[in-house]
C-alpha cells in the first residue's frame, strides 16, 4: 500500500499532469503555447491542488478565492486542472480547439466553469484582480485574488497602472505572481523590454514582494504560507523564477518554442522525456 | 500618457471656455430651462445606492467636473477616484462587476471610448459585466480644447462591439431614467452624455424609459428628424423653424443606438425623408445605424446624414462649433431645406 502523496508531491504530480496534456490539446490544435505553460506548471499546480479557496462544485461561489491567468496563452495547462478538479468532464477538453469548443487558446469566462475572467489581451489581468480584490472590500468578503502575469507582460503599460492603484489602495488580498521565465517572443526579455529589477519597481509602489524558484515546490508553498490576509495593507508580489520549455530539453530556453508543434515521433520522445524527468523529481 | 486635463475648468466654476454658447444665452433668457445631465448621475446614483449595495462609482479624477463626487460624498466606501488611468480603471471596474457589484465609471468620452476602447470591448462586453460607462463631455463639447479631448467616433466604435449597449442622454431627466433602467441591464453599457448644460427635454423623468425604444417627440407628415443625445433639442427647435416655412417635420428621439429600434426607423420612413442629426462623424454613428436598417427594410426613403463631417474640426467654442457645423436650430434648420428642395 503507498502512502499519500505529501504536498510536494501531489504538486509535482499534477505539474507532470499539466505537461503531458499540454502535449495532449496541443497535437489536436495542431500547435501550442508549450514553453510558457511547461515555466508555469508547478505554480499552477501549487495554487489549484494547495492554495486556492475553491468549492468546484459551486464555481460562483462567492466566497471563494480568484484566480486570473492574465498570460491567457498559458490556458492550455489550466484546462486539464480545472478538469481534474471537477469543474467539467475531462472529456471536453477533446474538443480543444475544434470549432465550437468552449477551449480556445485563451479562456473564456463565459463558456468554461472555475476561469474567474477572461483573458489574452496581455496587461488587463492585474486591473481584473484589483477590482475583484477591491469588491471584496465593498461585500466584506475575506477571499485573495491571485493573478498570474508574464514577465514580458510587464512591458504592458496597464499592469503598473494597477501596481500604482493596487498599492494606493492597500489590496493586502491581491496576489500578483510573475512566471519570470525571462523569454518574450522575440528573445530574452532583457534584450527585447528589460523587466528589472522587478521587485524593486513594485516595492515602489507600495507592494510586498518575494522571489523564489518558481519549480521548486517547497519554495512555492513557502511563499504561499509567507502570504499575508490583511485588507489595508500592501498587495503581495511574487516573482518566481523559472525556465521557459521546463522539462523538455529542446524546448528550455529555446525562444522558437513559444508556439510550436512537435511531429509524431517527438511526441512520444517528449512525452517520455517528461515522465522520466519527473520520476527523477525534476 | 501626459496629457492635461481641464478636470477644473469642465466643472461648475470655469466658464470661460463655454461663454460664447448660445445655448447657455437661450436658458438665461428663460426660452429654455437649463438642465446639467452629466451633474446629476452622481446623486441619482447615490438615491440609487441608498437602496441597492450594488452600485459602485469610479472615475478619473473628474469627481469634481462630473459631480461623482456627490455620490463620494454619500457612499465613499463605494466610490474609487482611480486617478488618471481610464484604461485600468474600466478594467477594475470589469473585476468589481464580476462579483455581482455594478460600477459605474465617469469620464471624458474621448478617453473613455478611445483609449479605454479595448477595455471595455475586452473586459466588459465580451465577458458580459454588468459595467456602466458614463462618457461625459462627448462630441466636441469640450470646443477648444481640440480634437484631443473631442469624441466624434465614439458611437461608431462602440456600435461594432457585440453585446454592448450604446445610448445617449438628451437630458437630465432622460439620464435618470437610464440610469434606474441600467442597474438591471444584461450586459455592458456605453451611455453617452454631453457636457452638463443641455436644456431640458424631458419635462419629467420619463419612467417608462427602456433601451432599445426610441421615443416619438413629435409628429410630422414631410421629413422625419431622427436624433439623438445632444442634438434632440436643437432638432427640436429646428422643427419649429421648419413648421415655419411650411414644412411638417417629425422628431424621434433615437436614445438608444445599439440595439437599435428598428420599428422607429420603419415609422420614421414612411413619410418618405429622414434626416438623421448627431453630435458625432457622419460614419458609423447614428447616420450609419439608419442607413443599414433603412438598408435591410429595403426603404425607398431619401436619408440625409447630417453631423461632423469626416475631418478633425476647428478650434472654437462648443456654440460656434455648433453653428460653423450647422448642428444648432438654424444649421439643422437649413440642412433639411436644402436637402428637401433637393429632393425635388
Known amino acids: 500500500m503507498t502512502s499519500a502523496p505529501t504536498p510536494a508531491e501531489l504538486v509535482a504530480q499534477k505539474a507532470l499532469m499539466v505537461r503531458l496534456e499540454t502535449l495532449r490539446l496541443s497535437r489536436i490544435a495542431g500547435a501550442g503555447h508549450y514553453s510558457g505553460t511547461f515555466s508555469a506548471a508547478e505554480l499552477l499546480a501549487a495554487l489549484y491542488y494547495r492554495q486556492l479557496r475553491l468549492d468546484p462544485a459551486n464555481p460562483r461561489w462567492p466566497e471563494r478565492d480568484r484566480f486570473i491567468l492574465s498570460k491567457g496563452h498559458a490556458a492550455i495547462g489550466l484546462y486539464p486542472i480545472l478538469a481534474d478538479l471537477g469543474y467539467f468532464d475531462a472529456s471536453l477538453l477533446d474538443s480543444y480547439t475544434r470549432l465550437g469548443s468552449p477551449f480556445g487558446d485563451h479562456p473564456d469566462m463565459r463558456k468554461i466553469p472555475g476561469i474567474d475572467f477572461s483573458s489574452g489581451s496581455l496587461g488587463h489581468g492585474l486591473s481584473i484582480g484589483l477590482g475583484m480584490a477591491l469588491a471584496g472590500r465593498v461585500s466584506r468578503r475575506d477571499y485573495r485574488v491571485y493573478v498570474m502575469v508574464g514577465d514580458g507582460e510587464l512591458a504592458e503599460g496597464q499592469v503598473w497602472e494597477a501596481a500604482m492603484a493596487a498599492g494606493h489602495f492597500g489590496a493586502g488580498r491581491l496576489v500578483c505572481l510573475v512566471d519570470r521565465n525571462r523569454l518574450g517572443i522575440d528573445g530574452p526579455t532583457e534584450d527585447v523590454m528589460a523587466a528589472e529589477p522587478i521587485e524593486a519597481r513594485f516595492a515602489a509602489f507600495g507592494w510586498s514582494c518575494q522571489r523564489i524558484d518558481g519549480h521548486d515546490v517547497d519554495a512555492v508553498l513557502g511563499a504561499f504560507e509567507a502570504l499575508g490576509d490583511a485588507d489595508y495593507a500592501p498587495p503581495q508580489l511574487i516573482v518566481a523564477d523559472t525556465v521557459k520549455g521546463r522539462g523538455v530539453a529542446r524546448m528550455e530556453n529555446d525562444v522558437n518554442w513559444h508556439v510550436g508543434n512537435l511531429g509524431p515521433e517527438d511526441y512520444e520522445d517528449v512525452r517520455r522525456e517528461l515522465i522520466e524527468g519527473a520520476s527523477r523529481g525534476h | ?344
Open chain 2, 1 to 344: 500618457m501626459a496629457t492635461e486635463r481641464p478636470s477644473r475648468e469642465a466643472g461648475l466654476d470655469q466658464s470661460e471656455v463655454f461663454r460664447g454658447d448660445l445655448r447657455a444665452k437661450e436658458s438665461e433668457s428663460g426660452v429654455t430651462r437649463r438642465s446639467i445631465p452629466a451633474f446629476v448621475a452622481g446623486e441619482e446614483l447615490a438615491d440609487l445606492a441608498d437602496h441597492d449595495g450594488r452600485v459602485v462609482v469610479l472615475t478619473a479624477d473628474l469627481a469634481s467636473a462630473n459631480r461623482l463626487n456627490d455620490f463620494a460624498a454619500r457612499h465613499p466606501e463605494r466610490f474609487f477616484n482611480m486617478g488618471i488611468a481610464e484604461k485600468n480603471m474600466i478594467s477594475v471596474a470589469a473585476g468589481l462587476a464580476s462579483t455581482g457589484l455594478v460600477p459605474f465609471v465617469g469620464t471624458f468620452a474621448s478617453f473613455a471610448a478611445l483609449l479605454g476602447y479595448e477595455q471595455v470591448r475586452t473586459d466588459c462586453a465580451y465577458p458580459g459585466m454588468a459595467v456602466r460607462v458614463l462618457a461625459h463631455h462627448s462630441g466636441m463639447s469640450l470646443g477648444y480644447y481640440g480634437s484631443s479631448h473631442h469624441a466624434l467616433e465614439d458611437l461608431a466604435a462602440m456600435r461594432a462591439v457585440a453585446d454592448l449597449t450604446v445610448a445617449c442622454a438628451s437630458d437630465a431627466n432622460q439620464l435618470r431614467a437610464m440610469l434606474r433602467a441600467s442597474i438591471d441591464l444584461p450586459g455592458a453599457l456605453y451611455l453617452r452624455l454631453g457636457r452638463g448644460r443641455d436644456p431640458e427635454v424631458y419635462e419629467r423623468v420619463p419612467e417608462d424609459f427602456r433601451f432599445g425604444a426610441a421615443t416619438r417627440l413629435r409628429d410630422g407628415r414631410d421629413v422625419t428628424i431622427v436624433t439623438t443625445g445632444s442634438e434632440v433639442h436643437p432638432s427640436l427647435a429646428a422643427a419649429e423653424l421648419l413648421a415655419t416655412r411650411g414644412l411638417s417635420v417629425g422628431v424621434i428621439d433615437m436614445a438608444t443606438i445599439k440595439p437599435l429600434d428598428v420599428e422607429a426607423v420603419r415609422d420614421a420612413q414612411t413619410c418618405g425623408v429622414v434626416v438623421t442629426v448627431e453630435e458625432h462623424s457622419v460614419i458609423g454613428g447614428l447616420g450609419g445605424a439608419v442607413a443599414e436598417t433603412l438598408c435591410d427594410l429595403r426603404s425607398s426613403a431619401a436619408l440625409l446624414r447630417h453631423g461632423v463631417p469626416d475631418q478633425y474640426v476647428e478650434i472654437g467654442p462648443p456654440a460656434a462649433l455648433y453653428a460653423h457645423y450647422r448642428l444648432d436650430p438654424p444649421g439643422i434648420t437649413e440642412v433639411v431645406l436644402t436637402f428637401v428642395s433637393s429632393l425635388g
